[in-house]
């Protein structure tokens, strides 16, 4: 079975610019999730689809990122314009279920993004 | 509100002990789920074990055990036999609808 998949696994941008990730989630899971985690810091939620509906964004910054999953299957998280803070690994991760009290979240690679 | 704390910042243990990586969690939901997972310096995060909040048992799996302690609000990860393969951050999480990770703990194990 193929683990989520991202890309690219490295970014380097310099503020004010824009930068997409693109993540594919394990086949067959409706739950999808962008997890920001900041060096020395555990991952923290920033949104979940369960398909191509959004379940939580409340801790997604609206005024600079955006995110959508087309076809409730791949995800694109956008960043509009990059700060120094975004700097940060973006991980993607999926799961079976909504992710309640059961269900494993199976998670990618992540994307290492750097803002110069 | 949902807390999970992880008070060791890093752990040293040494090749084929044992060691036990301390996560308290706060929540008033008398549902919910807890996680550990390990995140080598690929970045990858490698689910370990699951507990439910009703679950009687201990969680195990392999070397990796739960102690759960419900009254406490803990729930320890125990690593027997430890291996140089180990040697990663380790995050316990919790989950009542959407997954509260901690700070981590960094173990080294040493040959």
């Known amino acids: 079975e193929a683990g989520v998949a991202q890309s690219p696994r490295y970014k380097i941008i310099e503020k004010r610019q824009s930068v997409a990730f693109w993540c594919n989630p394990i086949?067959?899971?409706?739950?999808l999730y962008w997890y920001q985690q900041i060096l020395g810091q555990g991952p923290k939620l920033l949104i979940q689809f369960q398909n191509n509906g959004v379940v939580d964004d409340s801790q997604l910054p609206k005024d600079r990122f955006s995110a959508e999953r087309l076809k409730g299957v791949d995800s694109t998280l956008k960043i509009q314009p990059a700060k120094l803070e975004d700097s940060a690994v973006y991980l993607c991760?999926?799961?079976?279920?909504?992710?309640?009290?059961?269900?494993?979240?199976?998670f990618g690679p992540g994307t290492r993004l750097t803002v110069l | 509100a949902q807390k999970i704390t992880q008070t060791q910042p890093g752990m040293f243990v040494q090749e084929k002990e044992a060691v036990t990586l301390d996560c308290t969690y706060d929540t008033s939901d008398p549902s919910y789920g807890l996680f550990w997972y390990k995140q080598p310096s690929s970045g990858e995060m490698i689910f370990l074990i699951y507990q439910g909040s009703y679950d009687q048992q201990n969680a195990t799996e392999g070397r990796y055990s739960l102690n759960f302690q419900k009254a406490r609000k803990s729930a320890n990860l125990v690593i027997s036999a430890s291996q140089l393969g180990d040697s990663a951050m380790y995050f316990c999480a919790m989950s009542t609808g959407k997954l509260i990770f901690g700070q981590g703990t960094t173990l080294q194990v040493k040959p």
């Open positions: 991760a999926s799961s079976l279920d909504q992710g309640l009290v059961v269900g494993e979240q199976f």
């Open positions: 086949s067959g899971h409706a739950t």
